[in-house]
C-alpha cells in the first residue's frame, strides 16, 4: 500500500467513455484498457467499486414524447448491458468482478446487498452497480455518490472526457478557468454540471470529495489513487 492514498474508492464512468472514439455502443480496446488499470489498482491492494452510465447506448431524456419513467428505466438497463460487458473484460484478465444490479435480475447478476457488496470488496473482488438505484428521476451520478456513502468509499473518482472542473465550457470557450479544488456549494450554486444537484449534495452531507479527471489517459486512474495532482478535487470548504 506504500504511495497509496485510497484503499477503497468508487470509480464513476460515463457511458459515453466506454464508447471510445464512437458515437455509442462499446468500444473493445476502450473497455481492456480500463479493465487493465483497474487490475493495476487491485495489485496496490485498493478495493474497486465502479458505477457505470448508459449513455452510450440510451439516455432517459432521449425518450421524447415517452413516459419519464419508462425512458429512465431503459437507461437502467443500458447500464447492465455496460456492467456485463466491463465484467467481461475484467474477468478476461483474472479480476474477480461481481455485477450487483437494484433492479433483480438474477439470471445475469447479483441483486445489491450492501453487506456482500461490501464482504466482495474485502475478498478482493471488483464490485459493479448497475441499473442506477432502481428508481427513475435518479442519475447515475446519484447513484455513485449514495453508493460511496454506503460503502463507506473514501473517493469518489469521476471519470470524464475532459480533464476537471471549468468555470464554462473549455469546448466553445478557449478562455475557460479550470479550477484545482472547489466546493460542493460553489458547483451547486454556480451550476457547472460536474454531477446532478441531488449527488453533490448527498456527496457533501456525507463529505465525500469527488476527483473529476480525464478518462483519455488511463494512466490518470493510478495517478488519482497515488494523490497526484490532476484534475479537480471538489470538496468542503476550508
Not at 207 to 236: Q, R, S, Y
Request: with cysteine; hydrophobic share 40%.
Amino acid at each position: 500500500m506504500d504511495g497509496v492514498k485510497y484503499k477503497r474508492v468508487i470509480l464513476k464512468l460515463s457511458g459515453e467513455a466506454l464508447a471510445g472514439e464512437k458515437s455509442s455502443g462499446l468500444d473493445q480496446e476502450t473497455l481492456e484498457s480500463i479493465a487493465n488499470k483497474v487490475k493495476e489498482l487491485r495489485a496496490l491492494d485498493v478495493q474497486v467499486a465502479i458505477v457505470v452510465g448508459g449513455g452510450n447506448f440510451w439516455r432517459g431524456r432521449s425518450g421524447e414524447g415517452m413516459d419519464r419513467t419508462t425512458a429512465d428505466h431503459m437507461g437502467m438497463l443500458a447500464t447492465v448491458i455496460n456492467s456485463l460487458a466491463l465484467q467481461d473484460a475484467l474477468e478476461k484478465i483474472e479480476v474477480p468482478t461481481r455485477v450487483q444490479t437494484a433492479i433483480e435480475m438474477r439470471q445475469i447478476a447479483e441483486p445489491y446487498i450492501r453487506r456482500k457488496a461490501i464482504r466482495h470488496l474485502e475478498k478482493g473482488r471488483v464490485v459493479i452497480f448497475a441499473s442506477g438505484i432502481g428508481n427513475a428521476y435518479f442519475s447515475t451520478d446519484t447513484t455513485a455518490a449514495l453508493r460511496a456513502a454506503e460503502i463507506e468509499a473514501e473517493i469518489i473518482l469521476l471519470a470524464k472526457k475532459v480533464d476537471g472542473v471549468y468555470d464554462c465550457d473549455p469546448v466553445t470557450n478557449a478562455n475557460a478557468k479550470k479550477y484545482d479544488t472547489i466546493s460542493y456549494i460553489e458547483v451547486i450554486n454556480k451550476g457547472l454540471g460536474v454531477m446532478d444537484s441531488t449527488a453533490a449534495s448527498l456527496c457533501r452531507d456525507n463529505k465525500i470529495p469527488i476527483l473529476v479527471f480525464d478518462l483519455k489517459n488511463p494512466d490518470n486512474i493510478i495517478k488519482a489513487i497515488m494523490g497526484e495532482k490532476i484534475g479537480t478535487t471538489v470538496k468542503e470548504e476550508n
